[in-house]
């Protein structure tokens, strides 16, 4: 990503390009990376109300006019935007039936339409078609700059490394607006570079005019520093995101974790509930079930788990395939094997560094280290400082003797985040404590047996 630097700070410098409007695009939007993708700079909620709103117009309009091929286009990822802000994934059907009468109405170089079922590609995890529907619009109109947006996401939840940055930088070169300055932060953060990533979501922000934009752009901020350790300079960057937008929920399930590493586990819990009461995600609910475990409540995680699961079976029954968020939480909570069979289906269809920690951890759980090390090695190869990351391979090392190697990388982890997770975090520290010991121990006896010689 070596052109990024540069490009970013030009940008900086012409922010009179970003500030005369071009926030304002009359696209939905979506989640950011690394679970979606987006039309529009502007890739937050405003209030559900709003999409539903337009929906009513999309349709009564088409009621009228039933061959507007752009109508259903709009219509379409208007669907696919409700399924976001609703985490209802029934609305995926609808979205990809009313993309498809657009095409059928309008099959020539109809750019709306492709890139909407490329926005619905990555929403269902199909990233590969995703990829494909992108490089047709880019064949068909090459500064159709929203097709770059679904191509990084697709290629970087590929593992395409290489494609996702030459993506991201193409949509910069195109386009330096949020949705732009937002990605180049997720592949600078991917390669270790997290000033830089802060960089780009200040530029981000910078040109951010809309509530919801600049809440957005605030939890990524606030993401940052919770990753790094830094929980109340998180929970302070959470609230400055629902001070811009107070619907905005992923900030709500944000200032939970940061009240969660700082012990404020009252807090945590209500807002956990909070979030979760609005959007359903399976990433809040294990989160919440974990947080509940480790302090006991027993009852409550398996709740938040068997909540987790219906969730993820009604994604799947909608066209979703998501066996890595499955696959992490039978790894850790349910069966090993399990875990394994679907995160090698996982790896199948996509082979980045997220799948690939996965599989390394479900393998470790079912006791396959010496596959599982390759794995770990390969989620930490282009400088992701990612402590979950380290204290998987690290743990993974312990149980093949590799004593130095696992000191070094669960050590990595704690002084990345020691707080990096409210089950894993005391497990990363009791296993330094006898590492510690076992050398301890050896070192006594070779000093006794010094001393008998």
């Given at each position: 990503?070596?052109?990024?630097?540069?490009?970013?700070?030009?940008?900086?410098?012409?922010?009179?390009?970003?500030?005369?409007?071009?926030?304002?695009?009359?696209?939905?939007?979506?989640?950011?990376?690394?679970?979606?993708?987006?039309?529009?700079?502007?890739?937050?909620?405003?209030?559900?109300?709003?999409?539903?709103?337009?929906?009513a117009t999309d349709q009564a309009?088409?009621?009228?006019?039933?061959?507007?091929?752009?109508?259903?286009?709009?219509?379409?990822?208007?669907?696919?935007?409700?399924?976001?802000?609703?985490?209802?994934?029934?609305?995926?059907?609808?979205?990809?039936?009313?993309?498809?009468?657009?095409?059928?109405?309008?099959?020539?170089?109809?750019?709306?339409?492709?890139?909407?079922?490329?926005?619905?590609?990555?929403?269902?995890?199909?990233?590969?078609?995703?990829?494909?529907?992108?490089?047709?619009?880019?064949?068909?109109?090459?500064?159709?700059?929203?097709?770059?947006?679904?191509?990084?996401?697709?290629?970087?939840?590929?593992?395409?490394?290489?494609?996702?940055?030459?993506?991201?930088?193409?949509?910069?070169?195109?386009?330096?607006?949020?949705a732009a300055f937002t990605r180049?932060?997720?592949?600078?953060?991917?390669?270790?570079?997290?000033?830089?990533?802060?960089?780009?979501?200040?530029?981000?922000?910078?040109?951010?005019?809309?509530?919801?934009?600049?809440?957005?752009?605030?939890?990524?901020?606030?993401?940052?520093?919770?990753?790094?350790?830094?929980?109340?300079?998180?929970?302070?960057?959470?609230?400055?995101?629902?001070?811009?937008?107070?619907?905005?929920?992923?900030?709500?399930?944000?200032?939970?974790?940061?009240?969660?590493?700082?012990?404020?586990?009252?807090?945590?819990?209500?807002?956990?509930?909070?979030?979760?009461?609005?959007?359903?995600?399976?990433?809040?609910?294990?989160?919440?079930?974990?947080?509940?475990?480790?302090?006991?409540?027993?009852?409550?995680?398996?709740?938040?788990?068997?909540?987790?699961?219906?969730?993820?079976?009604?994604?799947?029954?909608?066209?979703?395939?998501?066996?890595?968020?499955?696959?992490?939480?039978?790894?850790?909570?349910?069966?090993?094997?399990?875990?394994?069979?679907?995160?090698?289906?996982?790896?199948?269809?996509?082979?980045?560094?997220?799948?690939?920690?996965?599989?390394?951890?479900?393998?470790?759980?079912?006791?396959?280290?010496?596959?599982?090390?390759?794995?770990?090695?390969?989620?930490?190869?282009?400088?992701?400082?990612?402590?979950?990351?380290?204290?998987?391979?690290?743990?993974?090392?312990?149980?093949?003797?590799?004593?130095?190697?696992?000191?070094?990388?669960?050590?990595?982890?704690?002084?990345?985040?020691?707080?990096?997770?409210?089950?894993?975090?005391?497990?990363?520290?009791?296993?330094?404590?006898?590492?510690?010991?076992?050398?301890?121990?050896?070192?006594?006896?070779?000093?006794?047996?010094?001393?008998?010689?």
């Amino acid at each position: 990503m070596r052109r990024l630097p540069l490009l970013l700070t030009t940008a900086a410098l012409c922010g009179c390009l970003v500030a005369v409007g071009a926030l304002r695009d009359d696209v939905p939007r979506t989640t950011p990376p690394p679970n979606g993708t987006a039309w529009r700079d502007a890739r937050t909620p405003g209030p559900d109300g709003t999409v539903a709103q337009a929906i009513a117009t999309d349709q009564a309009r088409l009621r009228e006019r039933p061959d507007d091929a752009n109508s259903w286009a709009g219509l379409g990822a208007l669907y696919v935007e409700q399924a976001r802000l609703t985490s209802d994934p029934s609305y995926y059907p609808k979205a990809d039936e009313a993309l498809h009468r657009s095409l059928t109405l309008s099959p020539q170089a109809n750019v709306d339409a492709l890139t909407g079922l490329g926005t619905l590609a990555n929403a269902r995890h199909l990233f590969a078609e995703a990829r494909d529907l992108a490089g047709q619009v880019i064949t068909a109109s090459p500064y159709h700059w929203q097709a770059y947006a679904v191509l990084a996401d697709a290629r970087t939840q590929l593992g395409d490394d290489q494609g996702a940055t030459e993506a991201v930088q193409a949509l910069l070169d195109r386009h330096p607006g949020t949705a732009a300055f937002t990605r180049a932060a997720y592949d600078l953060e991917q390669h270790g570079r997290s000033a830089e990533a802060r960089q780009a979501l200040q530029q981000a922000l910078d040109g951010a005019f809309d509530p919801s934009d600049q809440a957005f752009c605030r939890y990524q901020m606030a993401e940052l520093e919770r990753n790094a350790g830094k929980p109340d300079v998180a929970l302070a960057g959470y609230q400055q995101a629902l001070r811009a937008d107070p619907s905005y929920t992923p900030a709500v399930a944000g200032k939970a974790r940061a009240e969660a590493a700082l012990g404020h586990t009252d807090d945590a819990l209500r807002d956990y509930t909070t979030a979760i009461g609005r959007i359903p995600l399976p990433q809040f609910l294990l989160e919440l079930g974990e947080l509940q475990e480790s302090l006991g409540h027993t009852a409550e995680a398996s709740r938040q788990y068997g909540l987790l699961t219906a969730e993820q079976q009604l994604a799947a029954a909608n066209g979703v395939v998501d066996d890595l968020s499955l696959g992490q939480y039978e790894a850790d909570h349910g069966d090993p094997a399990a875990a394994v069979r679907l995160l090698r289906g996982e790896w199948q269809r996509r082979q980045n560094a997220l799948v690939a920690d996965a599989l390394a951890w479900a393998l470790h759980r079912q006791g396959a280290d010496g596959e599982a090390v390759g794995l770990a090695e390969q989620a930490e190869s282009h400088g992701w400082h990612n402590a979950l990351f380290s204290y998987h391979r690290g743990e993974i090392e312990r149980a093949l003797g590799r004593t130095d190697e696992a000191r070094a990388h669960l050590g990595e982890a704690l002084r990345t985040d020691p707080y990096f997770s409210p089950l894993q975090a005391p497990h990363a520290r009791a296993a330094l404590d006898q590492l510690d010991q076992h050398d301890q121990h050896d070192q006594q006896g070779q000093q006794g047996q010094h001393d008998a010689g």
